[in-house]
């Protein structure tokens, strides 16, 4: 019977597998070699996935719907609009806070400080009817017109007549428009007897145009709050802004309520 070969160091002195456990090796290094083969293969043929950036990648973020679904305001008026040094300037300013609390985008407003219906701005003489045609805001669903004290020396109907020119004008710009007008609006108790006819001149267009008008001097705006008016004993201070920002809000929020309804002339303040 022929020898088996003799195995080299350190293997000569294990015991040779008997040949069930040989079958078993076998088979054991059968299946690790199939294992390793398919790794490979789907190591060199899977797909690798391509990265997106996210929208805001190349320096632009693109409006969420709710953003663009939101509902634009306009304003037009004078300082009490616009701002000034004192206050209300940019997102201080009462348009930006309403239209924060509201969920609405706002448009920059529109004005000078010492403008009015009939009262020409120091530089350019601009009026609200001028500004208007200027200054469209097609895609405005409510529109705030505010003022104007400047008025005080026109007669009340120029100032009516004007106002009513000042409402086309926007409406022929932004037919699906709501108009809220808001009169003139002193900054205590202590009214100027000029200041009522022109705010019974401006509410006259307003009623006559089937809008809302509010009357801040019916409503007593700043009369209890000489902290609301910066030192020039005219503007509003942030503080004032914030103030009217209270007082214009529930009125704005109303209209973007029943905006599926006609509109019809109201009249937020007593004769």
């Known amino acids: 019977m022929a020898r088996a070969p003799e195995r080299p160091g350190f293997f000569r002195s294990l015991p040779l597998p008997s040949r069930a456990e040989g079958l078993v090796i076998a088979a054991l ?4 070699a199939i294992g390793v083969g398919l790794a490979a293969w789907y190591a060199s043929n899977r797909n690798i996935p391509e990265f997106e950036a996210p929208p805001d990648a190349g320096g632009t973020t693109a409006p969420s719907p709710a953003a663009a679904d939101a509902p634009v ?4 008026g004078d300082r009490y609009v616009v701002g000034t040094q004192l ?6 300013g009462w348009p930006a806070l309403v239209s924060q609390r509201l969920g609405a985008q706002a448009t920059e407003p529109h004005g000078a400080i010492d403008t009015g ?16 045609a200027q200054q469209p805001e097609p895609d405005a669903d409510i529109t705030i017109v505010f003022g104007s004290r400047n008025d005080f020396q026109a007669p009340q109907a120029d100032i009516t007549a004007a106002a009513t020119r000042t409402f086309d004008i926007i409406r022929a710009n932004a037919p699906g428009t709501q108009l809220l007008v808001i009169g003139p609006a002193w900054t205590d108790a202590a009214v100027p007897p000029e200041l009522p006819p ?3 001149a401006v509410r006259q267009a307003a009623l006559a145009a089937g809008v809302t008008f509010v009357d801040p001097l019916a409503e007593r705006w700043f009369f209890d709050d000489v ?25 704005v929020r109303e209209l973007l309520s029943d905006a599926a309804t006609p509109a019809a002339a109201t009249d937020a303040g007593p004769p």
């Open 227 to 251: 902290g609301l008016i910066g030192p020039d004993l005219i503007s509003p201070n942030d503080a004032g802004h914030a103030y009217l920002a209270d007082q214009i809000e529930p009125f």
């Open 198 to 200: 022109v705010r019974d």
């Open 87 to 92: 206050g209300g300037l940019g997102p201080t």
């Open 73 to 76: 305001l306009a304003f037009y």
């Open 117 to 132: 219906y009939v009262a020409g701005s120091i530089f350019g003489g601009l009026t609200y009817e001028a500004i208007a």
């Open 29 to 32: 290094l059968l299946v690790t």
